[in-house]
Each structure stands twice: as structure tokens, then as C-alpha cells.
């Protein structure tokens, strides 16, 4: 093992088998939450963002047609000036759509989970690297560095980051290597190689994902601020110019940003300039959001976590109370009187994290994890700096501290495998594979989708639909029609019926009168209903 004695050889040994778990629990996956499906809709489809962008209401489509939604088609490759279409067009940047395009180009016409785990494997591993060095470089402890890269790495919170095929992975990423530069320059001056990689994670941050804004916003700010405090008046104001241009340039590069952020018709614009107005999701995310970490990272275990934590707590004061308060006390005290550059660095981003904590639960329209995520590897790096810090403080670095952590770890430990064992790590979807297998069993039936024009269950439902001999979308209204419909169509064995039964995304029908109703007019003898989704009930006519 002596090839394993240099501490970077560790370190990449340590990485490889975190992304190995990542791996493991990737092989899991069996479906997709619908933002997946759009992932690849607006990364491949060409100059067509949505599912209903391609005429689908009142026809019949092959279901394979449906498919090239996601697919880049031969001769469409690289077509990124239809990525930065569909994205003007949705509500989000486009600089993870255009990596997933890149991606999707060398195979067309064909999706598959691997080609948004490619990038996420990249960005993943490249989280745990800076999770370590940042870490490294506010403990000067290069175990407490590695504890800290797999506090994150291997937790459920960090694990569905990994598998989630969107943009929050690379948004993490790129979070990290701001947050790694923010410490380099606060500790070793604000030299021009440190603050042009800002700039450049600002700039790719803020064309990944907009909630890049609230951490990349506070920590600029307490950085300013602390230079401020120094009297350093033209660092900080290069330091703002700096900023200012890399927001300038995402803005030139993208501006359809400015539509996105300010129109009128879309709800999720709308409802988060609401949000911002008057903080009215507040309280719902943050319930919503420490409930998450308390599945992420403590397997649903907070009260028991929190009993401990005050329970070493009291040790640690009582155990600080003990050593009393000696001339050779003092003088340590008076001693470490003065932050270390180091020290200072981790109160900012203490800060920061906790400003940007609160401001995503004040605009945060969904009480969805994902708006954290990228918060996370920041809140792994704190809680191990906190927790050394106060033990040193109450305890120093004798045999107690040790089995103190040690302690803690072994109790981590736990808790991580209660977590994956019930079920904390997201995005994994092992109810999908009945609905997927239903569907082929069907396959060769015509189906019918009942949607009053809504394009978001027909996404969630694509892969299903794919798989079908014909489909045909139209309103309920229109069931009248179905004697039309069926006209030159072989129903002998019945058909399948989709119904859009959600009300606050979609049409909101009722699927049993719906169904009944289709059955009638269809003169179908029976109806059974096959399986549920979000947005939809599935039925079989017979």
C-alpha cells in the first residue's frame, strides 16, 4: 500500500469510491421526475421547447414521433442556437441544456440515464475535490477535510444531487469553486488569478440556474463589507466592478434572462417576484427545507440527533469548566484574540450560508430540496469547522476530542444507512418500472390522452406514450367525438386512456367521470384503472 502513503492518492481513492456508491445507486434509477424529461426536451428538441410545440392535440401520432421530443434527430447535432431557443422560451438558462445537447449529439436519436450521468459524474466528482480543499483550507486538517468532502459525498442529500439529471449538480459545482476562491483570496490577498475564476463561476453560475444569485449575492456582499472594515476601498471596489461585469456578461450572453425574470404569463415568474415582495412561502420552506436535511443527512432522525448534540454539548462545557481558567488559559485566550484568515473566512461563509438559507426559503415558489442543494457541500464544510472549533475550544485536541469524533462519525454512519435503506436518496423512482411494464404490455393499442391543452402531464407521460401504437391528445370536451376518432382504427382489445387529473399543474378532470363518460360514448362494455402518476390516472377500456 505504500502507493496509497501520499495524501493525494488518498484523496482520489477516496473520490473514485464515492462516485463508485454514486454508481451503485444510479443502476437503482427506474424513472424520471418530469423536469428530467424536459432536461432533455429542451436540450434536444429542435427549435420546439415543449411537448404540445410539436401539434399533437387532435391527431393521431406514432408513438415513436413522440420520442424525438427528446432525441436529437440526425442532422441536428450541436445546434445550439436551438438550445438557447427552447431556453428563452422556458424559465430557466441554458448552460446545462447546451452540455446535455453536447452529449446527446454523439448518439442521435437515441436518450438513455448515462448521457446526463456523464456530466453529473464530472460535476460530482469535482464537488468533492473543492469540498476538500475548501475544507483543507480552513482546518489545516486534512482528515477533518476528507470527513467533510464524505459528510456530503455520501449522504442522501449529495447522492440525489448526483442523480438528479439537471441543472443543480453543475450549479453545485460551480457554488463549490466559488466558495473554494471566496477563502483563497480572503486568505492569501485578492490576486487576480482568484478573482477572474470568480468571475468565471459567477458568470457560469448564473447561466446554470438563477438560485446561483442568493449565495453568489451574500458572500460578495460580506466579502465587500469585510474589506470595507479593512479600510481596503479599492480592492473592494475591483472586487464589485469584477462582479458586476461577470451578471453584465451573463446577461449579454443570455438576454432573454431579463423576459424570463419579468414576464407576466408565466406562474412561476410571477409567483417568486410575489414571493420576494412579501415572503409569503417562508414559512412553509423552511419547515419543507430542514425536513429535507433531516432526510438527507440524518435518516429522518433529528429529534435523536438533536438529544446527542445537546448531550455532548453539556460534556464539552462541563469538560471546559473542568480545565478552569489558569495564567496559561488566558494567554491562549488573549492569544487567539486575533481571527486567523482562516477563522475570518469561515465566520463569512457562516454567514452567507445563513442569509442564503433564508432567502431561498422566502422566494422559493416549490418547497422542493433542489433549491438548497447547492447550499449543501457549504453546510457539510461549516458543521465539521463548527464542530472541531467548539470541541477544541471546550476540550483541545486531547484522547476525549477523539472519541468524541469518533463517536459522532460511528453515529453518522448510522444514520446514512438508515437513510439509503428507507429510501432518503430521491429521483430513484422504483414505482415507475410497473407503470413502464404495463405500458409495453399494451403497446400495440391505440391510446388515448383526455388534456385540456396542458403540455405538463403529456411530458411526465412521454416514455409511456412513446411505447404505444397511436396516440391521440384532445380535451375532454371533445369525447363526443370519439366515434370520429376511432374511425379506420382496430379497438377490438380496447384502448388505453390517460386522464389529466391534476389540478394545480394541469386540467384537473375527474378521471373516474371521464372515463365512464368515454366508456359510454365509446360503447366499451368495462373499465379498469391501471395505475396512477402525479399528473395522470391510466385506465384500460375494454
Avoid at 110 to 116: L, M, N, R
Avoid at 248 to 259: D, E, K, L, R, S
Avoid at 345 to 358: E, G, K, R
Amino acid at each position: 500500500m505504500r502507493y496509497l502513503k501520499d495524501w493525494r492518492q488518498r484523496l482520489a481513492l477516496l473520490i473514485v469510491l464515492q462516485i463508485f456508491v454514486l454508481l451503485l445507486f444510479t443502476t437503482q434509477k427506474k424513472g424520471y421526475f418530469i423536469d428530467e424529461i424536459y432536461s432533455w426536451g429542451l436540450s434536444n428538441s429542435y427549435y420546439e421547447p415543449f411537448v404540445v410545440s410539436k401539434d399533437v392535440f387532435g391527431r393521431w401520432v406514432d408513438g415513436r414521433e413522440l420520442m424525438e421530443y427528446m432525441t436529437v434527430q440526425p442532422g441536428q447535432g450541436f445546434s445550439y442556437g436551438s438550445v438557447w431557443y427552447n431556453q428563452a422560451q422556458d424559465v430557466h438558462p441554458p448552460l446545462f441544456y447546451a452540455l446535455l445537447h453536447t452529449v446527446c449529439s454523439f448518439t442521435p436519436d437515441t436518450y438513455g440515464t448515462w448521457q446526463g450521468m456523464i456530466l453529473n459524474l464530472i460535476f460530482y466528482g469535482g464537488c468533492l475535490a473543492m469540498i476538500f480543499l475548501t475544507a483543507d483550507l480552513l482546518m489545516k486538517n486534512r482528515r477533518a477535510a476528507a470527513a467533510a468532502m464524505m459528510l456530503w459525498g455520501l449522504s442522501a442529500g449529495g447522492i440525489s444531487t448526483g442523480i438528479y439529471i439537471r441543472m443543480y449538480m453543475l450549479s453545485t459545482f460551480l457554488t463549490s469553486v466559488s466558495i473554494y476562491l471566496h477563502v483563497r483570496m480572503i486568505r492569501d490577498g485578492q490576486k487576480a488569478r482568484f478573482l477572474a475564476g470568480i468571475c468565471l463561476a459567477t458568470f457560469l453560475g448564473l447561466l446554470t440556474q438563477y438560485y446561483f444569485v442568493f449565495l453568489a449575492f451574500f458572500l460578495s456582499g460580506f466579502y465587500v463589507l469585510w474589506k470595507l472594515a479593512q479600510k481596503k476601498w479599492k480592492e473592494a471596489a475591483i472586487y464589485s466592478v469584477c462582479l458586476f461585469g461577470a451578471v453584465g456578461a451573463m446577461i449579454g450572453v443570455f438576454p432573454a434572462c431579463i423576459h424570463q425574470l419579468t414576464r407576466q404569463d408565466e406562474f412561476v415568474a410571477e409567483k417568486t417576484r410575489s414571493n420576494l415582495a412579501a415572503g409569503g412561502m417562508l414559512a412553509t420552506n423552511l419547515i419543507s427545507y430542514i425536513s429535507s436535511i433531516n432526510m438527507d443527512f440524518l435518516g429522518g432522525r433529528i429529534r435523536e440527533t438533536a438529544v446527542l448534540t445537546v448531550a455532548a454539548a453539556v460534556y464539552c462545557v462541563w469538560a471546559r469548566l473542568k480545565k478552569g481558567y489558569g495564567d496559561k488559559t488566558r494567554k491562549t485566550k488573549r492569544k487567539a484574540a486575533a481571527l486567523a484568515p482562516e477563522d475570518k473566512a469561515a465566520v463569512i461563509l457562516t454567514l452567507a450560508f445563513c442569509f442564503s438559507f433564508l432567502a431561498v426559503s422566502w422566494a422559493a415558489v416549490v418547497p422542493g430540496a433542489r433549491y438548497i442543494y447547492n447550499l449543501y457541500p457549504l453546510m457539510t464544510i461549516l458543521a465539521v469547522w463548527w464542530g472541531i472549533r467548539l470541541t477544541g475550544w471546550c476540550m483541545g485536541t486531547g484522547k476525549a476530542a477523539q472519541r468524541l469524533y469518533i463517536g459522532a462519525a460511528v453515529f453518522l454512519t448510522v444514520l446514512y444507512g438508515m437513510g439509503y435503506l428507507q429510501g432518503h436518496v430521491q429521483y430513484l423512482y422504483p414505482e415507475n418500472e410497473e407503470r413502464t411494464d404495463l405500458a409495453a404490455r399494451y403497446g400495440d393499442l391505440d391510446c388515448v390522452y383526455i388534456d385540456n391543452y396542458e403540455n405538463a402531464p403529456l411530458t411526465q407521460d412521454l416514455i409511456e406514450l412513446s411505447g404505444f401504437h397511436g396516440v391521440y391528445v384532445m380535451p375532454e370536451e371533445q369525447i363526443d367525438r370519439v366515434g370520429e376518432i376511432r374511425e379506420g382504427r382496430d379497438w377490438e382489445k380496447g384502448i388505453i386512456v390517460y386522464v389529466d387529473t391534476n389540478e394545480f399543474w394541469s386540467s384537473g378532470y375527474d378521471g373516474e367521470a371521464v372515463i365512464k363518460r368515454l366508456q359510454e360514448k365509446g360503447g366499451f362494455k368495462r373499465n379498469r384503472r391501471l395505475y396512477s402518476h402525479e399528473l395522470s390516472e391510466t385506465y384500460l377500456l375494454e
